[in-house]
């Protein structure tokens, strides 16, 4: 008789324990979804309040993406899921563009996206697999917005610094008192002889009054090739329309080159006397010409 209460209580023992397997294979996925939810929003709860929304903004994604799985319903599902055709024709439409939207935001943001689409392929379970994604997808768009926002900063700064150092030049160029010159249109011109000493120079091109630049040995050949503004701009081009600027003469005689304030370092100088040297200081200068001012 015990023998037989045994057999009974084994027995029952065993379908309590299959039925608790079938209930955890059919709706593990959910349990644990649910159990990530809990987890996620203890963490964010009693976290210092210095640091908690560092714990909201890092654990968001994964926590919207555990609702997929945990809601289990078919149609957000096949919307996640179905985002692989947008990144598929974003990525087309951004290959076949040349703008920098194109090449440093969509492209490496479609290319993730197609990445991640590819790579949980093989998770099994629909829903599982559209919440993995759905929280790839969300960090990957964060990480976006951070390299964006820390551009736009880069970009601001740079905006003030140039707006600061303009003000200040506004400043204090206006407290000194202008001085007229002869020398009006630009700081330096006059016939430019290429050579490092007086015996082995040659004529190569001339700075005219309106400071437009020409080379050429003679008036007959010569080919404006840029112009000296007033400000001491050094711009390259045969025209207006096609000239864009390289650098900039001080009124000491000073060369740089660069297009602006940011990208502009000592090329050479031009003496008192007109010889041109070049060099980036004073020790490492040479002679390449002279500038006959006269």
């Given at each position: 008789m015990a023998k037989g209460a045994t057999m009974v209580?084994?027995?029952?023992?065993?379908?309590?324990?299959?039925?608790?397997?079938?209930?955890?294979?059919?709706?593990?996925?959910?349990l644990s979804a649910g159990l990530l939810l809990v987890i996620g929003g203890v963490l964010i709860g009693i976290a210092p309040l210095t640091s908690r929304a560092i714990w909201l903004v890092s654990l968001s994604p994964l926590l919207v993406g555990a609702c997929v799985p945990l809601l289990a319903l078919g149609r957000v599902t096949n919307w996640v899921n179905g985002w692989q055709e947008v990144f598929s024709s974003g990525m087309e439409k951004a290959r076949n563009s040349d703008t920098k939207e194109a090449r440093y935001v969509l492209r490496p943001l479609h290319g993730s996206g197609l990445a991640v689409w590819r790579l949980s392929k093989p998770i099994p379970g629909d829903h599982l697999k559209a919440g993995i994604?759905?929280?790839?997808?969300?960090?990957?768009?964060?990480?976006?917005?951070?390299?964006?926002?820390?551009?736009?900063?880069?970009?601001?700064?740079?905006?003030?610094?140039?707006?600061?150092?303009?003000?200040?030049?506004?400043i204090f160029g206006s407290k000194e008192e202008e001085k007229p010159t002869a020398q009006t249109s630009a700081p330096v011109r006059g016939l430019f002889y290429r050579g490092s000493s007086w015996f082995t120079e040659e004529m190569a091109g001339q700075v005219d009054d309106e400071g437009n630049i020409y080379r050429g040995t003679s008036w007959i050949s010569e080919e404006r090739i840029g112009r000296v503004d007033s400000d001491g701009t050094i711009y390259k081009g045969t025209n207006i329309l096609n000239e864009e600027a390289i650098g900039r003469i001080d009124r000491d005689g000073t060369v740089y080159k660069g297009s602006n304030w940011f990208t502009k370092e000592r090329a050479g100088r031009v003496a008192d006397d007109g010889t041109v040297y070049e060099g980036k200081s004073w020790l490492d200068e040479k002679r390449i010409g002279r500038v006959d001012k006269d």
């Open positions: 209580e084994i027995r029952d023992y065993t379908s309590v324990l299959g039925r608790i397997r079938s209930f955890l294979k059919e709706h593990g996925v959910r994604r759905l929280a790839a997808v969300l960090y990957l768009g964060m990480v976006v917005l951070s390299l964006l926002a820390a551009v736009l900063v880069a970009w601001l700064f740079a905006v003030a610094v140039t707006l600061v150092i303009t003000a200040a030049l506004w």
